[in-house]
């Protein structure tokens, strides 16, 4: 079983939020690795600093969550797995002529979506409302 995410659900386990508990009890009762691509990986680096700017987060606050990423990365705990990125693109833009008019999705949740479907994903992480009817409209299961 492969199971995928998305930013939301990576930003409450490395950062500080409403769901940050429900995220660390889902990784820590679950056996089955999170695979990630770079496109998850470029997204939460940004939403750290991005919360900063917003002054959601301290200053200097980016950069220990993305530390603290950045080594369960190295460790291999969240394998960034190889992608192509055309190969997404074209699984995304399918997805989008099929959602997004009707459940109004965003770029980077349909490209995370395209990822995971690319991955071979059956199982999804997001805390994301919208994302989830996304994921569990093209099959995969949504636990959170």
Do not use: W
Request: hydrophobic residues 45%; glycine residues 4%; aromatic residues 10%.
């Amino acid at each position: 079983m492969v199971t995928c995410c998305d930013t939301s659900f990576l930003f409450s386990l490395y950062g500080n939020d409403v769901h940050t508990s429900r995220s660390l009890v889902h990784v820590q009762q679950s056996n089955k690795a999170i695979q990630l691509s770079i496109l998850n990986q470029f997204e939460l680096a940004n939403a750290f600093r991005f919360a900063e700017f917003r002054q959601a987060i301290a200053p200097g606050t980016a950069s220990i969550y993305q530390s603290h990423f950045d080594a369960d990365v190295a460790q291999g705990r969240l394998p960034i797995m190889v992608c192509n990125l055309a190969t997404i693109i074209n699984q995304a833009l399918f997805l989008s002529a099929k959602h997004t008019i009707t459940g109004g999705h965003r770029s980077f949740d349909i490209l995370h979506l395209a990822t995971a479907i690319h991955l071979g994903a059956t199982e999804f992480l997001t805390f994301d409302a919208n994302q989830k009817r996304l994921a569990q409209n093209e099959g995969l299961t949504v636990p959170l």
